[in-house]
């Protein structure tokens, strides 16, 4: 008798992961790990050397001092491209060394799109659609912003009247 019962139990726990794998509400999804180095704001991406932002957008005018940070012992200095509505927070280990993009901010009158096609003016729906598969609800504000990814990795969006006015990649959080 015993032998004739004995596939019951593999069944039942192969219907039981089939379940769990099929069955994920959408509340609880988890942030994929790596947004910040895998997306990009029109070309610009974390970790970008100072001479390629240069080849791709020019010198920039208006430059902040370079100041260390506590927070992470780097020296950070903002460059700034106020016609494209872009602000580049660049981070190298050495003053003037090897300077390279730690984060991006962009907001109007900015045209450029993320990897996956938003951009500044574009609507909440949208957003959403296109990082559904990102979205960290747990530190998403809506209205007013969409996570993807996390806070120390992601692309944050804010948004006011339902369309987005900043888009920041980089860490939210320290």
């Known amino acids: 008798m015993k032998i004739k019962h004995i596939w019951i139990l593999p069944l039942f726990i192969v219907a039981a992961l089939a379940f769990a794998l099929l069955y994920t509400p959408a509340g609880d999804k988890q942030p994929s790990a790596g947004v910040m180095r895998s997306e990009n704001l029109g070309g610009l991406r974390i970790d970008m050397a100072a001479q390629d932002v240069i080849e791709l957008l020019g010198e920039s005018r208006e430059r902040g001092e ?29 003053a003037n060394d090897n300077t390279k993009i730690a984060s991006i901010r962009v907001g109007p009158p900015s045209s450029i799109a993320t990897g996956r096609g938003v951009k500044v003016g574009d609507s909440f729906t949208a957003v959403n659609k296109a990082y559904s598969d990102q979205l960290d ?28 006015i900043r888009i920041y990649l980089g860490a939210v959080a320290e």
């Open 66 to 94: 370079q100041r260390i940070s506590e927070a992470d012992a780097l020296y950070h200095q903002e460059w700034r491209y106020p016609r494209q509505g872009i602000l580049l927070d660049m981070v190298s280990e050495q």
């Open 137 to 164: 609800a747990d530190n998403s504000d809506p209205p007013f912003t969409l996570l993807a990814g996390s806070l120390y990795d992601g692309i944050l969006f804010s948004f006011e009247e339902g369309k987005v």
